[in-house]
């Protein structure tokens, strides 16, 4: 589903240097296309059963380091740190 591009557009799309800026701010249709992204690259369902399979491995003394955690699951997943750990916290897992 390309939602954002209109039908008369005959040039691919060219990141600009506000498009390229990683700070807090984006548009509504990077944050779609970011939350497509992740979607299709990191599904709900499967986060959930490979994170509990990770923890698992991962517990010591009753506690999972976290960031061994998220590059664990960054590394399964096969998406950066940051990507992953954006996924995570909007699940709610961390």
Request: glycine content about 4%; aromatic content about 10%; some cysteine.
């Amino acid at each position: 589903l390309c939602r954002h591009i209109a039908p008369n557009v005959k040039d691919k799309f060219v990141d600009t240097e506000e498009t390229m800026k990683r700070n807090n701010y984006w548009s509504i249709e990077e944050y779609e296309a970011n939350n497509f992204a992740a979607q299709l690259l990191m599904p709900d369902d499967l986060i959930v059963e490979e994170g509990k399979k990770i923890a698992l491995q991962l517990k010591k003394n009753g506690q999972v380091d976290i960031n061994e955690f998220i590059f664990k699951m960054a590394q399964k997943f096969n998406v950066s740190k940051q990507a992953m750990r954006y996924r995570l916290k909007n699940l709610g897992i961390i």
